[in-house]
């Protein structure tokens, strides 16, 4: 499960107040559409950014649900709410809608775990009509050595899915394993210092719709994987989609910073697909 996820899986489990940031004036540390989910039995998932504003938040959702009524909430600038706050100086406008569509939800939910892009209504009319949602990042990792398993280790220690085959166990020479898979929303990354290993499993990558494909290698070998693959009947639109050298961190050495330079520009990668930028 991915955090911008966590406030619609807990609305979808029962009796829960569904909150969503649907405007912003100024600058505030969360993006519009991001969500605070409150259930009757004081349960709360999703995060706001502020703490005190996590709280105020349950207490006018507990009130909406006594009520049942949906409420359009301003606060910081130009809030009549005026003892409470921003420490940005900017305005929030937060829909508090108490009877969210369970089916609708649970919908959600499913497509999520099919892997699906899914969107949300929200009772907002005026500021954005549906919260959209994308699957969480997820890694193929394709390579050996200390590389594949820092990056494999970083990742499941921040959440993310992780499919990782290896070079001689996983992985055969010129052939690809008959499940791999990517999605729209998955990372392909080769991480072979052999570069012979590459050929096939990039002609498949390049078939596929992953958001990111990225592979390891000095000029020399990245030279000779374009020639390669232009000779296989590749042209330079697909080729432009093989990002290399990886990472953000120019000529990283040691495989834990190789790990967190590859890592984050997935993740940055990932982030610029988000409906809700």
């Known amino acids: 499960m991915s955090a911008d996820h966590d406030a619609l899986f807990l609305a979808a489990e029962g009796d829960a107040a569904l909150c969503t940031i649907v405007g912003i004036d ?30 105020e938040l349950a207490n006018q959702s507990a009130e909406a649900m006594a009520e049942g009524e949906v409420r359009l909430l301003r606060y910081g600038k130009g809030s009549p709410f005026i003892d409470f706050r921003l420490p940005c100086g900017s305005g929030l406008d937060i829909v508090i809608d ?34 959209r949602y994308i699957p969480p990042v997820r890694l193929a990792v394709l390579g050996a050595g200390a590389e594949c398993a820092a990056l494999v280790k970083l990742a499941q220690a921040q959440g993310i899915a992780v499919d990782w085959r290896e070079a001689g166990n996983g992985l055969s020479l010129d052939r690809v394993p008959e499940d791999l898979a990517a999605d729209p929303w998955t990372a392909v990354l080769l991480l072979f210092h052999d570069h012979e290993w590459e050929h096939a499993l990039l002609e498949w990558a390049l078939s596929t719709p992953a958001f990111y494909i990225g592979a390891q290698g000095g000029a020399p070998a990245r030279i000779e994987r374009l020639t390669r693959l232009r000779a296989g009947g590749l042209g330079d639109e697909q080729l432009e989609r093989i990002n290399s050298p990886v990472g953000l961190i120019p000529r990283a050495r040691d495989p834990q910073v190789l790990a967190l330079s590859v890592l984050a520009e997935v993740v940055g990668a990932h982030e610029a697909l988000h409906p809700h930028r």
């Open 26 to 55: 100024g600058s505030f540390s969360r993006r519009v559409g991001a969500q605070l989910a409150v259930a009757r039995d004081g349960r709360v998932a999703g995060d706001l950014a502020d703490n005190c504003l996590n709280a």
């Open 98 to 131: 108490p009877q969210p569509d369970r089916a609708a939800l649970r919908a959600a939910v499913a497509d999520i775990g099919a892997r699906r892009e899914t969107a949300l209504a929200l009772p907002a009319s005026d500021f954005i009509a549906t919260r």
